[in-house]
C-alpha cells in the first residue's frame, strides 16, 4: 500500500509539473491538486490546478498566459487503450480537440489557446469513447 501511495505522489507531482508551471509557449500543462503548485500559480496570475481522479488515472485543468490559455492533462495508470477528446465548457458552450489514443502509463496534454473566457468559470471535459464524459470541478479564472 505504501507503494502506491508514494506512486502516487510521484504521478501527482508530475502532473504538477505539466499543468500550472509550463511557460505559456509550450503546447499544453496540466496539474494536480497540490497546495504548492496552486500556490505558485496564483502567484503568477495563473488559475488551477483542478483535478478529479478517475478509475485509472487523473484528469486536470488549469489556465495560464494571463487566463487565455486552457491547459488540460489527462494521466492513464492502468485499463486498457482508450481514446479521448479534450474539452472545456465556460457556460451552455463547450469545445473538444479532435481524438487521441491514450494508453497505460501514458499522460497526454492538450491546450485551446487564445480563448476569450472573461471571469466565467471553466470546467475540463475527458470525453473517452464509449464509456462517457469526465469534468472537473469548476476553476475560476482569476485574470479578469
Known amino acids: 500500500m505504501l507503494k502506491r501511495a508514494r506512486a502516487g505522489v510521484i504521478f501527482a507531482s508530475s502532473l504538477a509539473a505539466a499543468i500550472g508551471l509550463a511557460s505559456p509557449a ?4 496540466p496539474s ?16 488551477g490546478p ?11 485543468v488549469g489556465l495560464i498566459d494571463n487566463g487565455r490559455t486552457v491547459n488540460l492533462v489527462y494521466g492513464k495508470t ?3 487503450k482508450v481514446t479521448v477528446k479534450f474539452g472545456y465548457k465556460k457556460g451552455n458552450t463547450s469545445h473538444f480537440s479532435e481524438g487521441f489514443t491514450v494508453s497505460a502509463g501514458q499522460t497526454k ?11 466565467s468559470n471553466v470546467v475540463g471535459i475527458l470525453s473517452v469513447a464509449d464509456q462517457g464524459r469526465f ?10
Not at 39 to 47: K, L, P, Q, V, Y
Not at 50 to 60: A, H, I, K, R
Open 26 to 29: 509550450s503546447a499544453a500543462t
Open 32 to 47: 494536480t491538486g497540490d497546495s504548492s503548485v496552486q500556490a505558485a500559480a496564483a502567484g503568477i496570475r495563473n488559475a
Open 50 to 60: 483542478s483535478c478529479t481522479s478517475l478509475s485509472n488515472g487523473t484528469f486536470c
Open 78 to 80: 492502468g485499463g486498457g
Open 109 to 119: 496534454t492538450y491546450a485551446f489557446k487564445n480563448q476569450s473566457l472573461g471571469c
Open 135 to 144: 469534468e472537473t470541478p469548476p476553476l475560476h479564472n482569476t485574470n479578469c
